[in-house]
C-alpha cells in the first residue's frame, strides 16, 4: 500500500510556533521515501516532517509512505528509475549492496570531525560506515543486553558479572539452586546468533567481528573456535533452558516469569511481555554483557534505522539539510520517546523517557560502548550466510560436540557466499 502526503503551509500553522526558528531557509523540492508504514512510526514521521516544513516554509516536500514488506522490494526499482532525494533503510550490511551499487550518496562530509554528528553519533558511525566512508545517518536502535531477576540475584548474593569468570561463576550458582542461568528461545534461530555476536564481539572484538561479516575471517580460524569454546562452557555447565531449539523467544519468557531461570540475552522489546508477565521493575534488571577477552573495547548490538541520500537525488543540498535536521537533539528526543517509537536516540545530547531500561541502555550505547555497535548477525552477515551460521548455532547448543562438523559445514557456505 503506497500513500502520498503533501505538506502545505496552511495545513503546518499549529505546528509552526513549536518548529522554532530557521537558520537558512530552504526553497525548490524535497521528496522522501519512508517504510514506516506502521501507525505510530508513521505518524511520529509526519509529524517530524510537518515541522521541518514549518522551518521552511518556501520548501515544496513529498513523502512517499510504502509499506514496509513491499518497501523491501521496490528499493532498487526507485532508487535507480525514480529516485527520492531522501530514504529510510537500515544500516551495515543491509545497506553494503546499495553502496556497492551506486544507488547511495556518500555523505561523509556530513561525520567530519568536529562536526555535531561526529561529536554526537559517534558510537553508530560503524554501522553507516563502508569503506572508510559514510553512507548515511540512524535515527533510532535499541540495546540488547542481559535481563535478569534482580530479587533472585540478592536471594543467591550475586551481582552483576563484570568479566566471563564472574558470569560463570554466578551461573554456577544459580545452577546450583536449581535454576538455570539463561532461558532462549532458539526454535526462529537469531535467538541464538545474539549469543554467538556477544560471546564474538568480547572474546575477539568488533573489527574482527565485521571482517567475519565481510567474508574475510574463515569460520574454522582458531579464534573463531575460542569464541565457541567460551560459549560451550556454558552450555556444558547446563546453563540454558531445555529444549530451546523447540520454542520461540516468547515461550521462553515465563522461564524468566516463573524463577526457574534467572536471565535472558534479548532486546529492549523483551522488556514489556515481561512486565505484562507479572514481573516488577524491583525485579527486573538489565547490565551489560561482560568483558571476556582483557583489552577489548566493549562493542554491542544495537540494530539501527537510517536515513540516506540517494545517489541520483535532484536536491542534495536540501537532502543533507533534513539529515542534519532529524538527528538533531530536539528531533531526537521527540522522535523516540515513548509516545512515538518508543526507541532510543542515537544522540547523545537527546534526553530519554523516564523509562528504567531505556535510560540504562541509552547511558550503555552512549558512553560506554566505544568499541562500536554492530546491527544484529543477520543484518550484518549476507542472508544466506547468516541462515547457515543461525542453523549452526542451533545445533551447537544442543550438541557441542558437533563442533568440528558444525563449522566445516559453515566454512563451506563463507566459500560460496562470498
Known sequence: MRSILKATVASLATVVAMAGPASAELTGNLKINLDTSNPAPRATMETLIAKFQANNPALNITTNVIDREAYKTQIRNFLSADAPDVLTWYAANRMKPYVEAGLLEDVSDMWADGTDIANELASTKGALTIDGKQWGVPYTYYQWGIYYRKDIYQELGLSEPTNFDDMLSNCEAMIASGRKCYTIGNKWLWTGAGW???????????????????GEIEWTDPRVRETFDNWGKLIRMGAFIDDNQNKDWQQSLPF????????????????????????????????????????????????????????NAKNKDNARAFLAYIVSPDAQTEMNNSANLGQLPVNSKASVDDDKFLNQGFEMLSSNSPGGVAQFFDRDFPAEMAQAAMEGFQEFMVYPDNLDDILDRIEGVRKEAY
Open 256 to 311: 524468566m516469569i516463573d524463577g526457574s531461570a534467572g536471565a535472558i540475552l534479548m532486546g529492549n522489546f523483551a522488556v514489556s511481555p515481561l512486565r505484562e508477565g507479572g514481573l516488577t521493575d524491583n525485579q527486573l534488571d538489565f547490565h551489560q554483557f561482560p568483558a571476556i577477552t582483557a583489552g577489548i573495547a566493549m562493542a554491542e548490538d544495537a540494530p539501527t534505522d537510517t536515513f540516506h541520500i540517494a545517489a
Open 196 to 214: 554467538f555476536d556477544y560471546l564474538n564481539l568480547r572474546t575477539n572484538g568488533f573489527d574482527f567481528h565485521m571482517q567475519m561479516a565481510a
